[in-house]
């Protein structure tokens, strides 16, 4: 499966993160898990070109995903991956082989095998339609530290960063530049 992703993010303080879950009426919705796990080469060939690569566990599940930037987002390659095949991979640390991931990876002269496990990062999300696009809220745990953020995933490639800075402003939310979470979860790793 393929999709082209946009986002626009911003990290939160926890005060703009507890006032805007208020402002959206989210203080009795349930926030969904999902843990990310983010592998790399041993020379970091991915981050370096602005790749990333995870899995993702749900409460059922997961996923894997390759993210390959285009001239406006990143398209993501994922694959589904039933709780048995996640928890094996988990377990060895690897991808699932014959994958429509591994195919990408492929396509970068990349195997498996030349893929190690970096860190995971654990994320409670609170999402929201809007007329922009989807809104989520984001809390997440990784090396100790926890961090808030809001991200907007557009569909719409008319929607700008300046529609998002604007809603930010609206808000009463002070743009603060946010890493991925896969930079932000890997930082120290190797």
Known sequence: MENLEIEYKTLLT????EQLIKKFSLEKATPFFQRNFYFDTKDFFLKKNNYALRIRQF????EQTLKIPQKKGKLEVTD???ATELVSL???KTL???????QALKKCQLSLNDLLFLGDLTTYRLELNTPLGILALDKSYYQGKVDYELELEVQNTKTTK????QFLNDSHVIYKKAHSKTKRATENSI
């Open 14 to 17: 926890e005060n703009e993160y």
């Open 59 to 62: 409460k059922n599940g997961g």
């Open 80 to 82: 589904p991956l039933s």
């Open 90 to 92: 988990l377990e060895k």
């Open 96 to 102: 699932k082989p014959n994958s429509s991931v591994e």
């Open 162 to 165: 300046e529609d998002f800075l």
